[in-house]
């Protein structure tokens, strides 16, 4: 059981590129998160998805975009990389309600993005 | 919106001593309140929460917390510090309505356990 692994762990863009982070859960949760966490900031929720093929905006979503194919997979976009991005991004994932709006979340380690 | 703050970046004990990490929210509604920790180079790590019931709440390695609703706070406690209980920690809120099911988190405070 590996729970939330987020693939790669560490990347530099140049401004203006592209790229996809990668999250896996294997413990069948419904909810899954993206946040970005900045010093000083704590963690602010980019976007979350409630199930499969379902994807909502959180608190600061400009610039990135979401996709949740498969229940196991949530995947973070940045279509153009800026240096405001540079940040360490992080996934979680939570049971389904009734219980899992009550739930706490599960993070995976982290990805380290600096855009250049 | 819901928001919550952590008063104090920095927190410094003595090993052994008991510790407090502060913490107080702003809701609406009724608040579901956690707390989480994270070590160096790792991802948040769930210690304890509280949805509804007793104000003080226990949790994991000893934590725990107290949920004090005429002060809205949920300050995090323990009785006896250890080194490694060095790391930094955030207070999380979560309120629930149309829309809103996500958790906002307090900028952290560091802790640190001294020998």
């Known amino acids: 059981n590996a729970g939330v692994t987020q693939t790669p762990k560490f990347r530099v863009l140049k401004t203006g590129q592209s790229m996809t982070l990668l999250c896996a859960q294997d413990?069948?949760?419904?909810?899954m998160y993206w946040y970005r966490q900045d010093p000083g900031m704590g963690l602010r929720l980019i976007h979350y998805?409630?199930?499969?093929?379902?994807?909502a905006k959180g608190e600061v979503p400009d610039g990135y975009n979401v996709s949740r194919l498969k229940k196991q997979n949530f995947l973070l976009g940045l279509e153009s990389a800026a240096p405001s991005q540079t940040s360490v991004y992080f996934c979680?994932?939570?049971?389904?309600?009734?219980?899992?709006?009550?739930?706490?979340?599960?993070f995976g380690p982290g990805t380290r993005l600096t855009v250049l | 919106a819901q928001s919550v703050a952590q008063p104090e970046d920095q927190v410094n004990v003595a090993e052994g001593n008991p510790l407090t990490v502060k913490c107080t929210y702003s809701?609406?509604?009724?608040?579901?309140l956690f707390w989480y920790v994270q070590y160096p180079n790792r991802g948040l790590q769930f210690l304890l929460k509280?949805?509804?019931?007793?104000?003080l709440v226990k949790g994991s390695y000893g934590f725990e917390a107290e949920f004090n609703k005429s002060q809205t706070s949920f300050h995090l406690k323990k009785p006896s510090a250890l080194v490694s209980d060095s790391a930094l920690y955030f207070c999380?809120?979560?309120?629930?309505?149309?829309?809103?099911?996500?958790?906002?988190f307090g900028a952290g405070t560091r802790l640190t356990v001294k020998p």
């Open positions: 979680a994932s939570s049971y389904s309600p009734p219980a899992g709006l009550y739930n706490e979340q599960f």
């Open positions: 413990m069948n949760h419904e909810y």
């Open positions: 998805s409630v199930g499969e093929g379902t994807t």
């Open positions: 809701v609406s509604g009724n608040p579901y």
């Open positions: 509280y949805i509804t019931g007793d104000n």
């Open positions: 999380a809120v979560r309120e629930l309505g149309y829309n809103n099911n996500d958790m906002r």
